[in-house]
């Protein structure tokens, strides 16, 4: 049974607009979430996490916003650029195993130029 | 030095041979951990070694057998698999094994078995 969820495959999006990618996830335990990054060939790169007890994390052009009563995430960027084009991945874990995390199935972003 | 590395890259095995998969991390990370990955499928958890001991067993068959012999070295040794048992295998390391830290995942090895 899949607790983290990303409904949608795949995003393309213009190069300098926004991008959104949506998490939702089924365990009122999770507590902690990250997205990472992924290019092929090579391993999940981690990006941007949030704790619970916050609801908007920025890095830069990253921000994730949690709504904990939707249980839903979601990751923007904004502007979007070419090299931003991979496949994002959205994790959750809790507290009482914090490093036992549960990943979504992967949203593929294409900017296109 | 924050980098994952993972060998071989590409590996074929029959089902009556052994192997093993190597990841080796110089981070410093007191922390370990297997994945395994299907096509079109998330990352799901196998092992987590957590200052050199086995914390998490996802129940995962006999036939994987996890090794940390050192910090900076953990293995995954290969016997009697299954067809279905081809993915792409991921190792990552983290700083502690608690919440907060982020993991670092290698390339992953592709793994066919025939």
């Known amino acids: 049974d899949q607790q983290v969820k990303q409904n949608s495959p795949s995003l393309s999006v213009q190069e300098g607009r926004i991008s959104i990618l949506n998490c939702d996830y089924t365990n009122s335990m999770f507590d902690y979430f990250l997205w990472y990054k992924k290019y092929p060939a090579e391993g999940p790169t981690f990006l941007i996490s949030?704790?619970?007890?916050?609801d908007k994390n920025e890095d830069g052009r990253f921000t994730v916003f949690l709504n904990k009563s939707a249980k839903h995430l979601s990751l923007h960027i904004v502007p979007s650029q070419p090299g931003d084009s991979a496949v994002y991945f959205c994790?959750?874990?809790?507290?009482?195993?914090?490093?036992?995390?549960?990943f979504g199935t992967g949203t593929s972003l294409t900017v296109i130029p | 030095d924050t980098e994952v590395t993972q060998t071989p890259k590409h590996l074929v095995m029959g089902m009556t041979n052994k192997k093993s998969l190597k990841c080796e991390q110089h981070m410093g990370h007191r922390a370990m951990y297997w994945y395994k990955q299907k096509a079109k499928k998330p990352p799901e958890l196998m092992f987590v070694y957590s200052y050199e001991k086995l914390s998490i067993n996802e129940s995962v068959p006999s036939r994987f057998s996890p090794e940390c012999p050192n910090s900076s070295l953990l293995n995954l040794h290969l016997h009697a698999l299954q067809p279905e048992d081809s993915a792409l295998y991921l190792c990552a390391s983290s700083q502690g094994d608690g919440r907060g830290y982020e993991q670092y995942f290698g390339p992953g090895t592709r793994l066919t078995v025939t």
């Open positions: 994790a959750a874990s809790k507290g009482n195993t914090g490093n036992q995390f549960y």
């Open positions: 949030i704790s619970s007890i916050k």
